[in-house]
């Protein structure tokens, strides 16, 4: 073969390979856990948003700002309303030692995306702040909250905020390190890695681990006044993904069949009892939260039992008017 011929398939065979270089990038990329949640810390469970389609689809930021005092000073402060601004949001929730301590039975650590004035986040920020802390050029600002809590808040970038309400600044400084290390796709904690390749793709929202903490009375999971037949300790898939409509799938993650079997009655009961408290007429909400009842579903597979139902953005609606 000739030597220019030679070099002509050695030419090809380089860019075939950067190619396939690429490809495998782009595949590893897609595949990864957004990157709010690969910078967030170990904890019990993790809770990811991707508000930017729920707020397309259902304008929940066009309501009327109905907020308390405290949120519309936040908002006058900053420029910065949650509804409108806020495009991704990834949340650590940790279990603490102590129930009746000031953070109950959980705190949390966030990173958020979204749309932010810095110079007035910042303004804000050092106004408001009774301690600062300088760690690996950033600042941490810690801010009094009630009943004995703090809240640490360190801008990452232009569009990303790092918070915690835990008692030190750990688990901030874990999401700074994180940050600086450039949240590769392989990057996130344990529970991450463990988990999210179960979550179905495209879910707009989805929650791994003891997702049911934040609902814990008495070492039990309490939804809508309802007790689940579950202990808060209880591992959880849980996902909302559009599928033509919006679709919700909770997984849990029995021990044995035999919990599984016990567990899958148990919930088959709680639900036909809720269907028969929700009427298909009324406001718009009443009929749209009967429809999600109406068309939930149990399934057990071996030690997993899987609950499902379609959810109406009316729902979503209300639930976005409902938290400003």
């Known amino acids: 073969m000739e030597p220019r011929s030679k070099r002509r398939l050695y030419s090809i065979?380089?860019?075939?390979?950067?190619?396939?270089?690429?490809?495998?990038?782009?595949?590893?990329?897609?595949?990864?856990?957004?990157?709010?949640?690969?910078?967030?810390?170990?904890?019990?469970?993790?809770?990811?948003?991707?508000l930017k389609p729920v707020r397309a689809a259902t304008h929940f930021d066009e309501q009327p700002l109905n907020a308390s005092?405290?949120?519309?000073?936040?908002?006058?402060?900053?420029?910065?309303?949650?509804?409108?601004?806020?495009?991704?949001?990834?949340?650590?929730?940790?279990?603490?030692?102590?129930?009746?301590?000031?953070?109950?039975?959980?705190?949390?650590?966030?990173?958020?995306?979204?749309?932010?004035?810095?110079?007035?986040?910042?303004?804000?920020?050092?106004?408001?702040?009774?301690?600062?802390?300088?760690?690996?050029?950033?600042?941490i600002y810690t801010i009094p909250g009630g009943e004995g809590r703090v809240m640490r808040v360190s801008p990452l970038g232009y569009d990303m905020?790092?918070?915690?309400?835990?008692?030190?600044?750990?688990?901030?400084?874990s999401i700074i390190?994180?940050?600086?290390?450039?949240?590769?796709?392989?990057?996130?904690?344990?529970?991450?890695?463990?988990?999210?390749?179960?979550?179905?793709?495209?879910?707009l929202a989805w929650g791994i681990g003891h997702v049911g903490l934040p609902f814990s009375d008495r070492g039990n999971i309490q939804v809508f006044g309802v007790t689940l037949p579950l202990p808060e300790d209880t591992d959880f898939i849980?996902?909302?993904?559009?599928?033509?409509?919006?679709?919700?799938?909770?997984?849990?993650?029995?021990?044995?069949?035999?919990?599984?079997?016990?567990?899958?009655?148990?919930l088959t009961t709680i639900v036909n009892l809720i269907r028969g408290f929700t009427t298909a007429t009324g406001t718009p909400q009443d009929i749209a939260l009967h429809e999600a009842f109406d068309s939930l579903q149990v399934e057990q597979h071996k030690?997993?039992?899987?609950?499902?139902a379609n959810v109406s953005p009316t729902l979503l609606q209300a639930a976005a008017k409902a938290g400003k």
Request: no cysteine.
């Open 177 to 203: 390190d994180r940050y600086a290390a450039g949240a590769s796709p392989f990057a996130g904690s344990s529970l991450l890695s463990l988990r999210y390749p179960e979550v179905p793709y495209f879910a």
């Open 13 to 50: 065979g380089i860019a075939a390979a950067l190619l396939v270089a690429l490809v495998v990038a782009l595949v590893l990329r897609f595949h990864a856990p957004p990157e709010v949640a690969r910078l967030l810390p170990e904890s019990d469970a993790i809770v990811y948003m991707n």
């Open 303 to 308: 030690s997993r039992v899987v609950l499902t």
């Open 238 to 266: 849980a996902s909302l993904s559009f599928r033509g409509s919006l679709h919700l799938r909770v997984e849990e993650l029995s021990p044995t069949d035999a919990d599984a079997t016990q567990t899958a009655s148990n």
């Open 161 to 173: 905020l790092a918070a915690s309400n835990m008692p030190t600044a750990e688990q901030v400084h």
């Open 69 to 139: 005092p405290e949120y519309a000073q936040f908002v006058a402060g900053t420029g910065f309303r949650w509804d409108r601004d806020l495009d991704r949001i990834a949340i650590s929730l940790h279990r603490m030692p102590d129930a009746n301590g000031p953070n109950g039975v959980v705190a949390y650590s966030a990173v958020m995306e979204g749309r932010l004035d810095g110079a007035r986040i910042t303004n804000y920020l050092q106004t408001n702040s009774v301690a600062q802390e300088k760690y690996a050029g950033h600042t």
